[in-house]
């Protein structure tokens, strides 16, 4: 298949034709959802039997939200609406307790996917001269191969580097010459630290950009890479749920990300009443993905907060962008780039039964990089003062939570009944990040 990542007859389209596209593709989307055991269900439910159901884009009202707890329930097949013979590729989101959200694709999803990919990364002014290292998770996470499809369909060449090895990451990138960078905007600040800890000269290396992503960051914080890297920094939003990245990515007018609006309707609504908010308020993005075939998903709440612009961009796309996300509406936390719920961590403490009742998680930052911290008490039946059956606990606390949120945490015991109890709900997270988004 050849790639198309310039189209400027879809990537400019008129509005009106954008539209009249959009009500034919969620159209096609019913046809495939009603495949669904689920969506058959809560589809007929509200009265949508047929595409022919829905007459006007305003008649995604009609239908319910979906969140991340419906993927789970219906794991792990129950939202496939096609056969799984079809299917050829599965990522799962990290940041679920036991059960990860998965997400099929067939053949004319991952096309689909790599199209929009490719096409994201031609606005930001990269082409087929340029070399792209890919400083991201390959797995089951879509980072990885998300951005490397895209990038060989752009003709780049690319060095699938994947994540964490900075030292080997900085070789590669003066030994292929790299151009373009992916990283988590924390790797990017890190990787800078680690030049300097080297004595690794700008000059040595050819960077130009920088594609930013899988995480929360400031206008500040692009601010700061751009200059620390003299590179120039491009953000990218997406989500697993959404195919991973390409969801929504920065132009080279650096000013809000343009959300593609021929793959996915996108609503803002009022994360308390459900309510959708009019165009340049600040609410909760939620999500219908208009060409995917093997597992479509409708009006999805991401949770992220965000805001539409409401001018047009300069660049001449007609496809509304959003802004830098805001926060989250739920306590999903981002740890160097992976998702997690404090739910995750509760249930590792709470199986463990020499730990205590009561535990804290604190996120900090170590460097540039996010360290996780868990206190957990320790249970007063078991042992006291015996150092190394401490040890012994505090490392299976340890081996335990990265088998559950892949990350490694610093796990700290403490005595019992040490840690606040707080008289209304526990507050059990403590967040010292700088807040600069
Ligand atoms: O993070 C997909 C991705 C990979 C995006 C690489 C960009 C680059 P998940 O692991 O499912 O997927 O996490 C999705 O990460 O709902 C946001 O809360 C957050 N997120 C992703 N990109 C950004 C961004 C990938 N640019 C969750 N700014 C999303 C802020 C982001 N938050």
Not at 167 to 196: C, G, I, N, W, Y
Request: glycine letters at 6%; hydrophobic letters at 35%; proline letters at 4%.
């Amino acid at each position: 298949m050849k790639f198309q990542y310039w189209l400027p007859e879809k990537e400019k389209m008129a509005r009106c034709e954008l539209k009249s596209f959009q009500l034919a593709a969620l159209k096609r989307t019913i046809t495939c959802a009603l495949r669904t055991d689920f969506y058959n269900k809560r589809l007929k439910d509200v009265g949508i039997n047929s595409p022919d159901d829905i007459r006007s884009l305003d008649d995604i009202r009609k239908i319910p939200f979906t969140s991340k707890y419906d993927l789970r329930a219906a794991f792990p097949y129950g939202m496939l609406a096609t056969n799984k013979d079809d299917v050829i590729r599965l990522h799962a989101s990290s940041g679920t307790t036991g059960i990860p959200t998965t997400i099929y694709f067939n053949r004319n999803d991952i096309d689909a996917w790599t199209a929009l990919v490719a096409r994201s990364i031609f606005a930001t002014g990269c082409n087929k001269q340029d070399v792209f290292q890919n400083m991201i998770t390959y797995g089951l996470f879509t980072g990885g191969f998300g951005f490397h499809y895209g990038a060989e369909a752009v003709g780049m060449l690319v060095i699938p580097s994947g994540s964490g090895n900075t030292s080997r990451q900085l070789r590669l990138m003066q030994d292929f010459e790299t151009t373009v960078v992916h990283a988590t905007p924390s790797f990017l600040l890190h990787t800078e630290s680690k030049m300097k800890e080297e004595g690794i000269l700008r000059d040595s290396l050819c960077l130009k950009r920088a594609f930013a992503g899988a995480e929360p960051y400031s206008e500040d914080t692009r601010l700061r890479i751009e200059e620390l890297l003299q590179i120039e920094v491009f953000n990218s939003y997406g989500l697993s749920e959404m195919n991973g990245p390409g969801v929504a990515f920065e132009c080279q007018c650096k000013s809000g990300m343009h959300l593609w609006e021929d793959a996915f309707l996108a609503e803002i609504i009022d994360p308390e009443t459900l309510e959708p908010l009019p165009d340049g308020e600040t609410g909760e993005l939620t999500l219908t993905t208009l060409c995917r075939e093997a597992m479509p998903i409708l009006r999805y709440r991401t949770r992220d907060i965000t805001s539409f612009y409401t001018e047009v961009c300069q660049c001449g796309r007609t496809h509304r962008r959003i802004h830098r996300i805001k926060g989250r509406s739920d306590d999903m936390l981002i740890i160097n780039g992976v998702n997690i719920f404090p739910s995750q961590i509760e249930e590792v403490v709470m199986g463990i039964k020499e730990a205590g009742n009561n535990y804290l998680i604190i996120v900090e930052k170590e460097g540039f990089l996010d360290r996780l911290t868990v206190k957990t008490e320790v249970n007063p039946d078991t042992f006291r003062d015996d150092t190394r059956k401490l040890n012994v606990l505090r490392e299976k606390i340890r081996h335990k939570l990265q088998n559950t949120i892949t990350i490694n945490p610093k796990v700290e015991l403490v005595e019992s009944n040490s840690l606040p109890v707080s008289e209304g709900k526990a507050k059990r997270v403590i967040d010292n990040r700088p807040k600069d988004v």
